[in-house]
């Protein structure tokens, strides 16, 4: 039987949990990895050296090593001490290699043959940018960073562009529409998946496809970017940023986290996102994709990190049944 080819888009953990689950069945495996984050420690080495964001990327590259724990353990770690406190050691042996090889595909291409990895890491671009957000009221917000971490209450995203405008990686492009399923998502929104889609050449090989592109809904809102949505309304940013391609499937979960997990993200102003699909144009398929596991940002890591994560091996099962 003839391997399915699956393209994975975004960033952030979301892309790293369903690479990590989708690697363990028969299919191959691209990851079209977003180039605007800005922030923590793949911030600081983008605005001193100059290289193509690692951190998104260095996190595709481990879920789809084949190679030791050790290894994918090393790539992982955080400094959390000294000068180098707060910086992955992943994203600086990316930035090195950077430098050491000529350009940043020349070093994602030996990184893979390093890491033994099973499958594509393919950065959305060659170049960086920066992205923006217009608010509501006008008002633009520079940088993922900021834009993520918001400062106090600001008026809602009305939204976002890329500046300078970058063209795809021809290299996305193909494997988009070479693909038989396109799975966005899950992750932030406006800072994780609109950033790939907004990259010249995307919204077309979407068009393109004859793939299936799946949407995986996020388990909660997010404070700054999404806290009033629900789950129409993110189906339908999604829709809007692929267009004139259609959403022909949207993932999402039915179980319940515990009352005092979803305690800790009222406080934080965050909470499930309100599944009101009935009666909307999308195939919608509701399934339990709840991890059991918790996840605490590591000792070090200055950015704030999601307790709720979808679980690897259902995520998996999910999208290959959604499509059969």
């Known amino acids: 039987m003839k391997r399915k080819k699956i393209v994975v888009m975004g960033g952030g953990t979301g892309t790293f949990t369903v690479l990590s689950g989708l690697k363990y069945h028969p299919v191959d495996l691209s990851a079209v990895v977003t180039i605007a984050d800005n922030g923590g420690s793949t911030g600081v080495l983008r605005d001193e050296l100059g290289v193509l964001p690692p951190g998104d990327i260095r996190q595709c590259l481990v879920a789809l090593s084949a190679g030791d724990d050790v290894l994918r353990n090393l790539f992982n770690y955080r400094f959390h001490e000294g000068s180098l406190s707060g910086h992955n ?37 060659a170049r960086a940018t920066n992205l923006f957000a217009e608010l509501e009221d006008g008002k633009v917000i520079e940088g993922e960073h900021a834009i993520d971490e918001p400062d106090g209450d600001r008026a809602s995203i009305r939204r976002c562009f890329l500046s300078p405008p970058v063209s795809a990686n021809p290299e996305a492009i193909t494997a988009i529409e070479e693909a038989d399923i396109v799975v966005l998502g899950p992750g932030d929104l406006f800072t994780s998946l609109i950033p790939v889609l907004l990259v010249e ?7 393109n496809t004859k793939a299936k592109r799946l949407f995986i809904l996020n388990l909660v809102t997010k404070y700054g970017q999404t806290e009033s949505y629900t789950a129409r309304m993110f189906c339908e940013a999604i829709a809007h940023a692929i267009a004139p391609a259609p959403l022909d499937v949207v993932l999402a979960n039915t179980d319940v986290p515990p009352p005092e997990i979803l305690a800790r993200y009222e406080k934080a102003r965050e909470r ?53």
């Open 89 to 125: 050691f992943g994203n600086l042996f990316l930035s090195a290699l950077e430098k050491v090889s000529g350009g940043p595909l020349s070093a994602i291409r030996e990184a893979h043959r390093i890491l033994n990895v099973r499958g594509r890491v393919i950065p959305v671009s």
């Open 201 to 207: 050449g995307i919204p077309q090989a979407l068009a």
């Open 272 to 324: 499930v996102v309100e599944d009101d699909l009935v009666g909307t144009p999308y195939r919608v398929l509701r399934v339990p994709l709840l991890s059991d596991d918790f996840h605490e940002a590591p000792v070090g890591d200055p950015i704030r990190r999601s307790l709720l994560r979808h679980d690897p091996a259902k995520l998996a099962q999910a999208i290959l049944g959604a499509v059969v």
